[in-house]
């Protein structure tokens, strides 16, 4: 009987220890498990924190583009509208008194060419050789010219110089002037 009670003592006693080990090592599998699980859930938030961010970033660079892009559309627009009206006004009989003005300012009508745009000068074309009869007998010429947009050009006939009156380049120069308003709402 000592010796079977010796024998389940012993068999307990590697019984409670297998028991302690397998519950060491799962505390330890449970530990690195946890630490594991941890460590997982750090990154999945760093990388939600990134992507976040970045769609963050990204939607602030869409929406700086869209507002450029809408700036240039509105001075574009607005450049549109400035030269529509200057060509406008170039396209009365106070083109005329305009032209008359320069020319007359400038003298020295022998050496100058007076260029106007093909459709205005058919339509102007008696009123400004009347208004300018004696100039155009001092040598001034006019023509018509595609190139110009309303508005005229008086140049040097050996190309030297010129005064640019067209609509294009008197919309350029008024440009700067719009109301600041305008102004801020579009360049600011």
Do not use: C, W
Not at 43 to 52: G, P, S
Not at 76 to 83: F, M
Not at 130 to 144: D, N, T, V
């Amino acid at each position: 009987a000592s010796i079977r009670k010796d024998g389940i003592e012993v068999a307990q006693a590697e019984a409670k220890a297998i028991v302690d080990a397998a519950k060491k090592e799962a505390e330890l599998l449970l530990s690195k498990a946890r630490k594991d699980a941890e460590a997982l859930l750090a990154k999945a938030e760093r990388d939600i924190a990134t992507r976040e961010s970045s769609a963050r970033s990204s939607l602030q660079q869409a929406s700086r583009d869209v507002q450029i892009s809408l700036k240039a559309a509105i001075v574009a627009q607005l450049d549109r509208l400035l030269a529509d009206s200057v060509k406008k006004a170039f396209s009365s009989a106070e083109l005329i008194s305009l032209i008359k003005a320069v020319v007359t300012a400038v003298g020295d009508e022998k050496s100058k060419i007076l260029e106007v745009n093909a459709a205005q000068l058919e339509k102007l074309a008696e009123k400004l050789k009347g208004e300018l009869a004696a100039e155009l007998k001092g040598g001034l010429e006019i023509r018509p010219s595609e190139r110009v947009d309303g508005g005229f050009k008086l140049m040097e006939k050996d190309g030297t110089s010129f005064f640019d009156f067209t609509a294009g380049e008197v919309a350029l120069l008024l440009k700067p002037y719009l109301s600041h308003a305008i102004e801020a709402l579009i360049f600011e």
